[in-house]
Nanobody
Framework: VQVVESGGGLVQSGGSLRLSCAAS????????MHWYRQSPGNQRELIAS???????KYADSVKGRFTISRDNAKNTTYLQMNSLRPEDTAVYYC??????????????WGQGTQVTVSS
């Protein structure tokens, strides 16, 4: 199973970015999908989660500004980030809770995508 993020980049404060995360391989089913971020000197932080049924959860730091969504047919999740702030600068990682064809469940990580917000 591979998980690949895309969509990061440099944006000015107040701007928007949309991240994508696609899972591929021997996937029978994907339960929850998550977005984390990590900035230098800080621990990796869970910022948004979405269940297969569509229910979502957000960290207080991004609530009201970020929106997580998913396309189950494409095994893909998205993170729409609006009203970006310099403190949102981080490497953003996707985690997908995958059940494979052997019925084994495991959380797969992507390689991360850099988001930089300039003031």
């Amino acid at each position: 199973v591979q998980v690949v993020e895309s969509g990061g980049g440099l944006v000015q404060s107040g701007g928007s970015l949309r991240l994508s995360c696609a899972a591929s391989g021997d996937i029978l089913y994907i339960y929850d999908m998550h977005w984390y971020r990590q900035s230098p000197g800080n621990q990796r932080e869970l910022i948004a989660s979405i269940r297969a049924g569509g229910s979502t959860k957000y960290a207080d730091s991004v609530k009201g500004r970020f929106t997580i969504s998913r396309d189950n047919a494409k095994n893909t999740t998205y993170l729409q980030m609006n009203s970006l702030r310099p403190e949102d600068t981080a490497v953003y990682y996707c985690n997908a809770e995958v059940v494979d064809y052997f019925s084994i469940q495991y959380g797969y990580w992507g390689q991360g995508t850099q988001v930089t917000v300039s003031s």
